[in-house]
């Protein structure tokens, strides 16, 4: 069984910052990519950011330069450093990994947690 627990969503006004947590947990599972997606309302999932075991990132347009994502392999831990937020980063969390599980290649999502940014 993996599991991946996130945290540290929740309101915030625009221009704060949020910095949300996820951490895999389970036998047997060798991670190797993790990363950030989000969902708004009426809206497909997208990709926020990716971060690979050696440490190389990936990060859609409309969050460089104001998101950091990071992670700490010993913890299997990634972070999402969002600085100033705008209304339409406004969405649910999800955070990703993949990697292998007694050989076999697998991926796996978090639960999600909300982020709304809001006067």
Avoid at 4 to 33: D, H, K, M, N, W
């Amino acid at each position: 069984q993996v599991q991946l627990v996130e945290s540290g969503g929740g309101l915030v006004q625009p221009g704060e910052s949020l910095r949300l947590s996820c951490e895999a947990s389970g036998t047997a599972f060798i991670v190797y990519t993790m990363g950030w997606y989000r969902q708004a309302p009426g809206k497909q999932r997208e990709l926020v950011a990716t971060i690979s075991r050696t440490g190389g990132t990936d990060y859609a347009a409309s969050v460089k330069d104001r998101f950091t994502i990071s992670r700490d392999n010993a913890k299997n831990t990634v972070y999402l450093q969002m600085n100033s937020l705008k209304p339409d980063d406004t969405a649910v969390y999800y955070c990703y990994s993949d990697g292998f599980r007694f050989g076999i290649q697998k991926n796996y999502w978090g639960q999600g947690t909300q982020v709304t940014v809001s006067s």
